[in-house]
Every structure is written in structure tokens, then in C-alpha cells.
């Protein structure tokens, strides 16, 4: 899991290859399985590998254009009215963009939540209204070597019993 993790990068570019059924469902499994406050798991996972509407979503959402590239882009909306929204919609991402990392398939995090794109995509993809976008996952297989980009250090970011 530690490979996985450190190896994991956020990736623009991508390889025209699909993904298989089999390991979408692994990465929308992972989703699933994720923690929730309450275990209340208000989130929806919409799949959007048709090649139109991944056009729309890319011209739509001035950050994630490469969307276009990729094979399946997820969107992960969650319940309007629960607090927890993001916090539970945010760690179901990071499950499925972890999950992914683990089949060797490549993936970039795109901002959702509460951005100016967030409700022309949920019109877009017929999300009723008491939902709301949290995350867009861009998958594929990777067309660049990504570098890691500088991360803090350990040390730096983590402080025993008092800050
Ligand atoms: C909440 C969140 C929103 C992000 N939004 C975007 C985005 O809109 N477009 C994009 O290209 N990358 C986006 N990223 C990816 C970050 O740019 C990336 O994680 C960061 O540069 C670190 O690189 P790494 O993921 O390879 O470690 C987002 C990541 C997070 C966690």
C-alpha cells in the first residue's frame, strides 16, 4: 500500500485505451467501501465514459480540459443537505483515486465542490438538485512520466502532542 500510495500521481495525459468493466467496478467499489460520518454514505458515483458527454464535461471545466483525453471521468456527487458532504464524498475519491493507482491505471483528482462548472455538470449528467458535485476522478492509462511534484517533509508537517 505504501508503493501504491507514493507512486500515485496526478496525471493530464492520457492513452486512448478503455478501461476494463472489471476494474471499474474495483476503483466504484473502492468508493463504496469508504468511510462515511454516520455511515449515512450519501454519495453517487456517475460514470461518464460516453465520448459526447465527456466533451461537454472537459469544455465545461476550465481546470480539467484533458478530460476530453481520458476514457472515463467519475463524478461523485453527494446529499445537499448533509454537512458531511465533502468530508465523506472527498474520502470516497481518495479510496477510488488510490484504488485505481493499485491496477497501474492513472488518474487526476479535478475540483468540484461548489466551483462555477459545478451546476452545469450536474445538469449535464441529470443529477437532481439535492445533490451537489464534490469531485470529478479523470481515469486512464497514463501518456506522460509524471514526477512527483515537491511535497513537505515529514517533518514538517507533523507534530507530536502539541503543534
Ligand atoms: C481537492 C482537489 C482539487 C483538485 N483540482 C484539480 C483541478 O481542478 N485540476 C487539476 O488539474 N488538478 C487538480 N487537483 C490535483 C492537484 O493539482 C494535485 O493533487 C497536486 O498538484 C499534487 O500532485 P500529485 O497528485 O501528483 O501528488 C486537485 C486535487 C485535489 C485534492
Known amino acids: 500500500m505504501y508503493e501504491i500510495i507514493k507512486r500515485r500521481r496526478s496525471v493530464r ?3 486512448p485505451n478503455a478501461i476494463s468493466r472489471e476494474d471499474l467496478n474495483k476503483i466504484l467499489d473502492a468508493g463504496r467501501l469508504a468511510p462515511s460520518a ?4 450519501q454519495w453517487e458515483f456517475v460514470v461518464v465514459d460516453d465520448k459526447d458527454l465527456r466533451l461537454a464535461l472537459s ?13 472515463v471521468t467519475i463524478a461523485v456527487f453527494g446529499d445537499r443537505q448533509n454537512s458531511s458532504t465533502p468530508l ?6 481518495e479510496n ?9 491505471i492513472a488518474s487526476c483528482w479535478v475540483a ?6 459545478s451546476e452545469s455538470i450536474r445538469k449535464l449528467l ?8 464534490v469531485s470529478l476522478i479523470v481515469l486512464g ?12 517533509s515529514l517533518e514538517s508537517v507533523t507534530h507530536f502532542n502539541k503543534f
Open 13 to 15: 495525459v492520457f492513452l
Open 38 to 41: 454516520n455511515n449515512l454514505q
Open 59 to 71: 469544455d465545461l471545466c476550465q481546470w480539467g480540459r484533458f478530460i476530453k483525453t481520458a476514457p
Open 88 to 93: 465523506d464524498c472527498a474520502a470516497a475519491t
Open 96 to 104: 477510488m483515486i488510490i484504488m485505481a493507482s493499485a491496477l497501474n
Open 112 to 117: 468540484g465542490y461548489r466551483k462555477p462548472h
Open 126 to 133: 441529470s443529477v437532481p438538485r439535492n445533490y451537489e458535485l
Open 141 to 152: 492509462y497514463s501518456d506522460a512520466d509524471v514526477k512527483m511534484p515537491d511535497k513537505r
